[in-house]
């Protein structure tokens, strides 16, 4: 009935070689499926934040569109933006190798646009809300049409990445 006595001692070895390796594989593929769910997870994290930015912007394009943004309010708005373009373009860089200056037009171009605006700087001291001319609307309009895409290639760099 002891069938554990039949074994030789090198029939042992080789059970607790393949109970080990066994145990190893099975260690290793969750260490491989934890690593890969976090970087999915991390991908996941930083395209959020991009989609944010998108959002915010074309919020606040929208409210100037609308005539709904008092221009003394629109200037801190775009520092804030700034730092947080400024934030997640550094770990976007240093994990992902996409260049930090991906959304410069709308950290510098945009803001340059909305802000050397002459509607907008006669409302400047009003504290009422900009009204822009329709060539305004149109230049703000133009400028998006031209650089929205730079905000889903950064989502496109982020997941294509290994």
């Known amino acids: 009935m002891r069938v554990w006595f039949l074994f030789q001692a090198s029939d042992w070895i080789d059970l607790v070689g393949i109970l080990v390796d066994a145990l190893l594989a099975v260690w290793i593929i969750n260490r491989l499926k934890d690593r890969s769910a976090n970087r999915r997870t991390l991908k996941d994290h930083f395209i959020e934040e991009i989609k944010g930015i998108r959002a915010e912007y074309a919020k606040c394009l929208s409210n100037l569109y609308s005539s709904k943004s008092i221009a003394a309010n629109v200037l801190p708005w775009f520092k804030l933006m700034n ?9 976007v860089h ?3 190798k996409i260049d930090r200056d991906k ?41 998006q049409q031209s650089n929205v895409h730079l905000f889903n290639d950064i989502i496109i760099s982020i997941n294509d990445f290994d």
């Open 83 to 91: 730092m947080k373009i400024d934030d997640v373009a550094k770990h």
């Open 94 to 96: 240093r994990k992902y």
């Open 103 to 143: 959304l410069r037009p709308y950290q510098i171009d945009l803001r340059e646009l909305v802000t050397n605006n002459d509607d907008f700087v006669r409302h400047f001291n009003s504290g009422r809300p900009v009204v822009f001319t329709t060539q305004s609307k149109n230049e703000l309009m133009m400028f």
